[in-house]
């Protein structure tokens, strides 16, 4: 077995695991300017990653290529990304993250599994097929358990911005506009989500009345049925839309490496992480600008502003661990290094939650005991049902 591969996809899922933690104490608002910010920490971590491999490794003049087979993964990646906050919004965290995260992993390991022969994507060989499919059951298994699991709620943060930031989130309140429910990006990568509210009391329950205001949507006890109905047709749209564009983000990856490797030229993921880091940040620019612009014209508001630095420094993160994961593709195949990456970090995160005594009470430690065996097993049997590197 490729234990270069493992280490990898290890590597990746960890990373990915403790993506949010810097974010966790600050307000992210309605997810437009954070997600702006990340990948723009993205971007510079991927052009960082390429001059370090470069001038520090090779002692060369770094070369800046592009590819357009990274573009379209960035751009499959972000807008992922950019839905799954709505998404939640929507439909809950139990059910909205859970349909989210299925559909991913079922996505990009069928893809690998079965190959797409449109686009010329060949399947994954594998050793023993059957012994890896019923590892992957296993492991959407092992998530519905995790998402069931209550952790303890904490309490609301003290927001972090300035004394203007904070008269803007007033007056947007008092016109109606911008995104006031905000989601904690670390608790939502751990299966929990909470509303984190302001200093103020009476701020507070304002915020609460005008949760959906983004989304041009009133408050639930005023929602009419229809709107409720379009709600839950929508929510499960985009817990589709959402899965299956992060499941293919790592196709065109394999298509690029198999076409590398054609032609006998060299196909190291460091080359391609930065193409596909430049697809996620002109992508989310762009939700950006229409989300605003979107703003401005209904609502006649703007997107408050989250902390810079986190989201940043979760960017870092996100670059550092999406080149071990396609390293791990490049190893292990695409069915088995997505696999094993797209768990895994819900995993990592869930450990986390319980070493920090959010998860408590003998049923709700049990059920995370289940889904950890659960998850161990089926990576076991993924590994040992991949065999050889593909």
């Not at 403790?18 to 600050?26: A, C, L, N, S």
């Not at 449109?118 to 399947?123: D, E, I, K, R």
């Not at 749209?237 to 490797?261: D, I, R």
Request: charge should be neutral; glycine fraction near 12%.
């Amino acid at each position: 077995m490729a234990v270069d591969g493992y280490v990898s996809a290890i590597g990746a899922a960890l990373l990915f695991g403790i993506q949010y933690v810097p974010v966790k104490k600050y307000e992210t608002y309605d997810g437009s300017v954070f997600q702006f910010f990340l990948c723009c920490g993205a971007l510079f971590a991927a052009f960082a990653i390429v001059l370090v491999r470069e001038l520090v490794m090779y002692h060369t003049i770094p070369t800046l290529n592009i590819v357009s087979p990274g573009l379209l993964g960035g751009f499959f990646w972000a807008v992922s990304n950019a839905m799954v906050i709505p998404l939640v919004k929507m439909l809950g965290l139990g059910v909205g993250f859970s349909m989210y995260h299925v559909v991913n992993l079922v996505t990009g390991y069928c893809t690998g599994r079965f190959g797409l022969p449109f686009v010329g994507l060949a399947p994954d060989k594998a050793e023993h097929p059957g012994l890896r499919d019923g590892g992957v059951m296993l492991l959407v298994v092992s998530f519905a358990l995790l998402v069931i699991v209550e952790p303890e709620e904490e309490k609301p943060p003290s927001l972090h911005c300035s004394s203007v930031q904070n008269n803007e989130q007033a007056a947007n309140v008092e016109e109606g506009g911008g995104l006031q429910w905000n989601v904690d990006a670390a608790q939502l990568n751990g299966s929990i989500v909470s509303a984190a509210g302001s200093t103020d009391a009476v701020r507070r329950s304002m915020l609460r009345a005008t949760s959906a205001a983004s989304f041009g949507l009133p408050p639930k006890d005023e929602q009419a049925p229809q709107r409720r109905i379009a709600r839950r047709l929508l929510g499960p749209f985009l817990a589709l839309a959402a899965g299956v564009t992060c499941g293919l983000n790592a196709v065109p990856f394999t298509l690029w490496k198999t076409s590398q490797a054609e032609k006998g030229l060299s196909h190291d993921p460091v080359v391609y992480v930065l193409s596909q880091s430049l697809g996620v940040w002109f992508t989310s620019l762009f939700i950006y600008l229409l989300w605003s612009l979107g703003l401005k014209l209904v609502r006649r508001s703007k997107p408050l502003h989250s902390a810079l630095r986190p989201a940043l420094i979760a960017g870092f993160i996100w670059a550092a661990g999406n080149m071990l994961m396609l390293s791990g593709i490049d190893s292990l195949g695409l069915a088995t290094g997505y696999a094993l990456d797209a768990v895994g970090p819900v995993l990592v995160a869930s450990v986390i939650s319980a070493a920090l005594g959010e998860i408590r009470g003998k049923k709700q430690l049990t059920i995370f005991g289940m889904a950890v065996g659960l998850e161990s097993l089926g990576v076991i049997m993924v590994a040992v049902g991949n065999g050889k590197s593909n």
